[in-house]
Nanobody, 124 residues
Framework: AQLVESGGGLVQAGGSLRLSCVAS????????IGWFRQAPGKEREGLSC????????NYADSVKGRFTISRDNAKNMVYLQMNSLKPEDTAVYYC??????????????????WGKGTLVTVSS
């Protein structure tokens, strides 16, 4: 199984980006898939997750109302739409899955597949 992120870049505060995560070796409907981020000097933070069962979603308080996770089963992809970006959103963003999980949220210690990450930089 493999996950590959794309869509990061440099954006001004208040702007938007959409991150994409393509899965191979499994279908995105089979396991819950989440987005995490890690800023320099900080721990990896779980941001959002989409359930395999019913597509329900959840969000960390830090991104609730600004970020939206979605899934395209036909393309085997998961997206993270990020709006109203802030400088503190600057981080490497990862998609991940836990093949033992049956529901969201995902926890860092349970993840068994990580993408390599995509860098998001938000300038003030």
């Amino acid at each position: 199984a493999q996950l590959v992120e794309s869509g990061g870049g440099l954006v001004q505060a208040g702007g938007s980006l959409r991150l994409s995560c393509v899965a191979s070796g499994f279908t995105v409907e089979k396991y819950p898939i989440g987005w995490f981020r890690q800023a320099p000097g900080k721990e990896r933070e779980g941001l959002s997750c989409i359930s395999s069962f019913d597509g329900s979603t959840n969000y960390a308080d830090s991104v609730k109302g600004r970020f939206t996770i979605s899934r395209d089963n036909a393309k085997n992809m998961v997206y993270l739409q990020m709006n109203s970006l802030k400088p503190e959103d600057t981080a490497v963003y990862y998609c991940a899955t836990d093949t033992e999980a049956t529901a969201c949220p995902l926890y860092y210690y349970g993840v068994d597949y990580w993408g390599k990450g995509t860098l998001v930089t938000v300038s003030s």
